[in-house]
């Protein structure tokens, strides 16, 4: 069953080997969690629903715990105590888009705010409901969860919208094609969910990011009814699509998606090199996108992040005989990891490795083979859980990212990073911190940071840690010509940093959209378009 305080399926845990929390414990010194609260104990402080009763709503405590909070480490904090603020006085679990329409209507009748709900994964404060006057309908698409028609001449599936990663996928193999998109969130998050916020899968370089892959579909908004053709290009204004990408539940439900599919791909694979400094591994990162190389994907771990993924990776003996191997070939301290995948046909995969070794060889580059891009491979979905194992050792983890142009990125990441190893330098506690670019681009590349650091000894204390980083990057990026969000979305956490990356004008056209479909703003209040989110910078 899905955990309801935390990640993913509770019959599955992983274990943070003994030297992946000695190494922590060196950095950060030894940490201790916090106590737990139960469902049962959640259950009881739910107050009762302000919504009457209506057949396709479901208004009983547990349902309502269980769709009241995403998965940022301010919602994992609030799980965890039993402090969890507001909860939706009902979960609408419609099945078709006739419903969703009613239930609209019907949110317009009782004068409640409606949160369109996918997998409930963002990581922005996109799904919580907030203090408000009205009560809050929060609209799970969930069984909204099958392909309903293929069409393989034109390439184009349409699925409900709710259909999370596996069951694309899954209904798509049967038929020979894949979308692939595979954000980490894939177990849980939901094509609507996708769309809404603007999100990029692993495999990005061979696939695009969903704007590339979202062909049109169907919306209720307050307003009626919205259908988003498909054209496989037009000149006709602006694009529709570009409305719905990233509107966060503001404009409407997304009920239906047509994506554009392809026949699954013959070969993959997935390979690991190393390299004996970042500058020479990020050169070789430009170069490779910047030639085309048929890659499906890069990722790059900068040094830190290398020698922390090789730590906790366990099989220390294995470890240590592949560090004195790269160390002989020039790859020793300060060395970073590049993975890789190439997907395609038999031909396509040789020319792209083969593209590869040459322009890395230039760059001292040390191949390794598919073994550890196997193992890559084997947790792609599952590095999630090691959250619950570092929670459970008292060490809490979240992440942050963005994007920005090739010639920004050393001074980007270096300043991210500084203002997360020295933000609690004043209270004394480390923060160990490291990053990957994990999405490429001819322009520049995604920035994905990672931070670590110890539980204090309150969830008030832990969770003003939190938000003290969480502030001080968040103004860093914006003010370094970094993008405040390139695959998680505004939701409410990021919406105050909005304006700075918009400027004035664009903000006020955003509003006026939104007033134009949701006149009385109860589309999910509060999301992309804060209160401050309207003022100008
Ligand atoms: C462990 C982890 C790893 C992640 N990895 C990635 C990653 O690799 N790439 C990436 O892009 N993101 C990633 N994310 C972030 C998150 O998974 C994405 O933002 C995802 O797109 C959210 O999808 P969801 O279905 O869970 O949407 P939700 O979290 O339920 O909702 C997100 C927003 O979309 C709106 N929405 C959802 N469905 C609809 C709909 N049908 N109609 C209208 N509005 C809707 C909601 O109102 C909300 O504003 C990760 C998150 C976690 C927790």
Redesign the pocket.
Known sequence: MRRWNG?GDDSFHLELPDNGEAFLRERLGSAQSLEEATLEAVCNRVPQSLLPAHELVHRDAETRVRHAR???LDDWLAMRSGEFGHFPDGVALPETSEQVAQLLQWACEVDADV??????????G??NPRASQRPVLTL??ERMNRLLDLDTESQIATFG??T?GPLVEAQLLAQGYTLGH?????E???????????????QSLRYGR?EQLFAGGH?ETLEGPWEIPTFPASAAGPDVREMILG?????????E?KVRVTPVPDRESFHVLFFPDWEAARTCARELVQNRTFLSMLRLSNAIETETQLALAGHPTLIGMLERYLSVRGAGDGKCMMTIGVTGTRDQCRTGLRELRRISRRHGGVYTGTHLGKKWEAKRFT??YL?EALWQHGYVVD?LETATDWDNVDALMGRIEGTLRNGLEAEGEQVHVFTHL?HVYSQGCSIYTTYVFRCADSYEETHRRWARLKAATSETIVRNRGTISH???V?RDHAPYLPIEKGPMTMAALNALSQRFDPQQRL?PG??LSERGADNE
């Open positions: 990640w995403g998965q940022s949160i369109p709900y996918g997998g409930g994964t963002s990581v922005a996109h799904i799970s698409l919208a709710g999370p595979f954000p980490q969130s894939f849980l998050s939901t094509l609507g969910g996708w769309v809404a916020s603007r999100s990029s899968g692993q969903i919306l509107s966060e539940g503001r404009l409407g439900i997304i009920t998606v590095m999630p959250r992440t994990s695959q998680h979305g939701g999910a999301v992309l």
